[in-house]
């Protein structure tokens, strides 16, 4: 198993940067595509980006595209997530997630961090 433990969260305004680290404990977890999700208040929990094991590969968002960028390091078994141009509606609580994929055209996630809140005044 792999266990994520988030980081990184915080106030932040409008048009600045964040980076989200993600420390996932656990010898397997070079094998696992990584990915963050998000969850605003009364709303649904939403993929953000997802990379692959290798790091080769990355999917995003729309709504995120061209402002965030997923990475990992895998020595350090940690993939991080820098934020820029943020803005109010990037507001949630940052998941990040282990073993990634893809079900019936949506992403979801076997493990799951606790998540950290980001927020972002205008």
């Known amino acids: 198993q792999v266990h994520p433990v988030e980081s990184g969260g915080g106030l932040v305004q409008a048009g600045g940067s964040l980076r989200l680290s993600c420390a996932a404990s656990?010898?397997?977890?070079?094998?696992?595509?990584m990915g963050w999700f998000r969850q605003a208040p009364g709303k649904e929990r939403e993929f953000v980006a997802a990379i692959s094991w290798s790091g080769g590969s990355t999917s995003y968002a729309d709504s995120v595209k061209g402002r965030f960028t997923i990475s990992r390091d895998n020595a350090k078994n940690t993939v991080y997530l820098q934020m820029n141009s943020l803005k109010p509606e990037d507001t949630a609580v940052y998941y990040c997630?282990?073993?990634?994929?893809?079900?019936?055209?949506?992403?979801?996630?076997?493990?799951w961090g606790q998540g950290t809140q980001v927020t972002v005044s205008s």
């Open positions: 997630a282990a073993n990634a994929y893809i079900v019936a055209g949506s992403w979801t996630s076997d493990y």
């Open positions: 656990g010898r397997t977890f070079n094998n696992y595509a």
